[in-house]
């Protein structure tokens, strides 16, 4: 397969170039990151990011190499011709957002966000009694990439973890139990930290809302690094305000960016963070997806099985590979 035109709109440097074109020595390179416009026309490959709706443009693409984990914009009907390979980025964020998500845990369980606003008011004071993730219970939500690094880490540290996802048929050693969507209110209510690692479907949207929280423990905390309509945000508020449940962090929000007068922002025992725990923040997530983009560079181009096929049902890689 010779000659093909690959568009790449990831921040690469001259290593980065030089990897991927390794993996495809008679491609026609061009790195360009705005003003890309032009080249679709001519484009075969397409490695990074663009607009959904820009799709439409590259009517010679033949393959698309994503930087996202969850690509559900592009799996609307009508966005990706059924001709085109379609692969996203899964499993090459699960080592950044799992440890943000540790981080979040530790911060809620430890008070280290009370102590944090004291020490800006200058206050000495005690918070009180704190718990451990040790002989803790942990219910993730989403068992892909990110939500089974985070249940590893989590189970590694001592706490008993247990998982929710759509196929049960197979459970790995580190979890206690495998549940499937329907099971979460029978459940719920005996974890200590829940987290959410799911994508936006119809049976994931407000997932969270008042009458779950209002099942989960008093004394558990939450986590959201998913989408941010699974979770009610004025539910959540009011859990947070009334006691309902004992902390939250989120690194996604319904609507995002979230407005400055909601108020979440002033919810007790609230850590948010603009969506940035995944991304480019940590240089390792850059260089796994530029790794996989190579790989699967030249798997197309000399006709190889491709990693991270978009399951369009989900958004996400499909469970059939996850199991691989």
Not at 47 to 73: H, M, S
Not at 163 to 178: F, N, Q, S, V, Y
Request: aromatic share 8%; with cysteine.
């Amino acid at each position: 397969m010779a000659g093909k035109t690959v568009l790449v709109v990831l921040p690469v440097e001259e290593r980065h170039k030089k990897l991927l074109e390794s993996a495809y020595p008679d491609g026609k390179f061009i790195y360009c990151q705005e003003n890309y416009q032009e080249y679709l026309k001519e484009t075969q490959i397409l490695i990074g990011n663009i607009p959904p709706e820009e799709i439409q443009l590259g009517k010679k693409l033949e393959f698309i190499q994503t930087n996202n984990a969850g690509v559900e914009q592009y799996t609307v009907p009508g966005v990706i011709p059924e001709n085109i390979k379609f692969c996203c980025a899964s499993g090459c964020y699960g080592l950044a957002i799992s440890e943000y998500m540790i981080g979040c845990v530790l911060s809620l369980i430890k008070h280290l966000n009370v102590y944090r606003v004291n020490q800006l008011n200058h206050q000495w004071l005690d918070a009180g009694h704190v718990t451990s993730i040790y002989g803790s219970k942990t219910l993730v939500i989403g068992l892909g990439d990110i939500g089974s690094e985070f249940g590893q880490k989590m189970h590694l540290l001592g706490s008993k973890v247990t998982g929710i996802r759509r196929h049960t048929d197979e459970k790995p050693d580190w979890l206690e139990a495998i549940y499937p969507l329907e099971k979460l209110d029978d459940i719920i209510g005996d974890f200590d930290i829940v987290a959410l690692s799911i994508p936006n479907t119809k049976a994931t949207a407000h997932l969270m809302d008042l009458n779950r929280l209002k099942k989960m423990k008093k004394s558990a905390i939450l986590i959201n690094v998913g989408r941010g309509n699974a979770v009610v945000t004025a539910d959540l508020c009011k859990a947070l305000n009334e006691g309902i449940i004992a902390g939250a962090a989120v690194d996604v929000t319904d609507p995002e960016p979230l407005p400055p007068e909601n108020p979440l922002w002033d919810a007790p025992n609230m850590i948010i963070t603009p969506h940035t725990s995944g991304q480019y923040h940590l240089p390792e997530t850059l260089e796994r997806i530029i790794r996989l983009s190579a790989e699967n560079l030249k798997a197309y181009t000399t006709g190889q099985p491709l990693k991270s096929i978009v399951d369009f049902k989900t958004g996400y890689r499909s469970f059939a590979e996850r199991k691989n």
